[in-house]
Structure formats: structure tokens, C-alpha cells
């Protein structure tokens, strides 16, 4: 009895070393092709929001990190500098909308500093589908609504929904959403016009994970 519980032992631990050992293999084989299918993806993420043709530098080497209440909550959000010509030109931010129907709404925004916005992107949201669902572009194509939009300072009243008397429309049975990425946009883009003067101080996404 206990020298079949032992080749038990044995042949169970053998099997789990290899396991591991094969786990272990497939991951340093596959995780080279994984994060370059991940840069692929956040650089076409990126040039919906920032069009190639603003930059000429590496935009994804310069991530940074900020922290602002106008992005919408205190948490770090991760911008991402353009550059024509080694002169910044415009940005790509991570702001949060915290203010939608089922709560907080992840959205991608890229904007110059003058309050020019180039293009957004929702890339999370729990919004009611059929009705707030609507801000993503395989929804519904609003959120183009954005583009070459000008942000001429806080008290812009045509960047709002319609009901508030601004140029975006709404959806039917549900403000709630709309308002909250256009109010999040324009917080954002406002807050772009601030950065320059910041740019040099901001700590990198490197940094910001030691």
C-alpha cells in the first residue's frame, strides 16, 4: 500500500514538473508574438484618436502618466505625446467619464493644445445596450461626432447634447451617456491646452510601474 502511494507521489509530481515545465516553455515561445499583437492594436487605437500624419516620432515610447480631476477621477491615466519634428504637437489621453448611466466610462481622446479635438474613443463602458451602447463605433459611428471639434474654452456652450443646447446629438432614451463623454471630452481637451508647459516633469509609464 504505501509503495503504490508512493509511484502515486512520484508520477503525480513528475506530471506536474513537466507541466509547469511545458506552461513555462509556451509562454516565453507565445509571449513575444502577444505583446506585439498588443502594440499593434494600441497603435491603431491610437491613430483613430491622433491621425499618423500630425507625428513623426514613436508615440508609444512616450507614454506618460497623469493625475487630474479634470480627467475625471483621481487615478492615473496614461497620455501619449506626439511629436512633429521633435516639437510637441498634440496628445492622446486616457480620461475617465464618471458620470455614465452604469457607471464610469473609459474613453481615449486625442487633442493639440489649442482645443482642437482630432478624434475619441470609448474602449470601456457598462451603458445599457441598444440604448447608451450607442458611443461605440461598432454601434453606431457618434463618437466620429468629435472629430475636428473646437474646444474654445469652459464656458463653450456648443459642446454639449442637444437638450442642452449644445451641437451633439442625444440618443434616444438616454442623455445620460451622451453628456457624459461629451462633458468628458471637453474636460480633457481643456486640460491638454494645459500641458505644455508641464510635458518635461510628467513621469513615464516605466516609472510609473517601479
Given at each position: 500500500m504505501l509503495d503504490s502511494i508512493r509511484k502515486n507521489g512520484v508520477t503525480l509530481a513528475l506530471f506536474a514538473a513537466v507541466t509547469t515545465g511545458v506552461t513555462a516553455v509556451i509562454n516565453t515561445v507565445t509571449k513575444p508574438t502577444i505583446e506585439h499583437q498588443t502594440a499593434l492594436q494600441q497603435k491603431a487605437l491610437?491613430?483613430?484618436?491622433?491621425?499618423?500624419?500630425?507625428?513623426?516620432?514613436?508615440?508609444?515610447?512616450?507614454?506618460?502618466?497623469?493625475?487630474?480631476?479634470?480627467?475625471?477621477?483621481?487615478?492615473?491615466?496614461?497620455?501619449?505625446?506626439?511629436?512633429?519634428?521633435?516639437?510637441p504637437v498634440a496628445v492622446a489621453i486616457e480620461t475617465t467619464a464618471p458620470d455614465g448611466y452604469a457607471g464610469e466610462i473609459q474613453i481615449l481622446v486625442g487633442a493639440n493644445f489649442n482645443g482642437h479635438v482630432y478624434g475619441s474613443r470609448v474602449v470601456e463602458?457598462?451603458?445599457?445596450?441598444?440604448?447608451?451602447?450607442?458611443?461605440?463605433?461598432?454601434?453606431?459611428?457618434?463618437?466620429?461626432?468629435?472629430?475636428?471639434?473646437?474646444?474654445?474654452?469652459?464656458?463653450?456652450?456648443?459642446?454639449?447634447?442637444?437638450?442642452?443646447?449644445?451641437?451633439?446629438?442625444?440618443?434616444?432614451?438616454?442623455?445620460?451617456?451622451?453628456?457624459?463623454?461629451?462633458?468628458?471630452?471637453?474636460?480633457?481637451?481643456?486640460?491638454?491646452?494645459?500641458?505644455?508647459t508641464r510635458l518635461t516633469s510628467l513621469p513615464d509609464c516605466g516609472e510609473s510601474n517601479e
Open positions: 491610437l491613430d483613430q484618436v491622433l491621425p499618423p500624419e500630425v507625428y513623426d516620432n514613436a508615440i508609444q515610447r512616450e507614454c506618460y502618466v497623469v493625475t487630474d480631476s479634470a480627467l475625471g477621477n483621481a487615478k492615473p491615466h496614461r497620455l501619449y505625446l506626439a511629436r512633429m519634428q521633435q516639437k463602458h457598462h451603458e445599457t445596450p441598444g440604448l447608451g451602447d450607442k458611443i461605440e463605433l461598432r454601434i453606431s459611428d457618434w463618437i466620429n461626432s468629435f472629430n475636428g471639434k473646437q474646444v474654445t474654452g469652459a464656458d463653450d456652450r456648443r459642446f454639449a447634447v442637444k437638450k442642452d443646447g449644445g451641437d451633439f446629438d442625444q440618443f434616444t432614451g438616454a442623455t445620460i451617456t451622451p453628456r457624459a463623454v461629451v462633458n468628458a471630452v471637453k474636460r480633457t481637451t481643456l486640460y491638454a491646452e494645459t500641458l505644455p
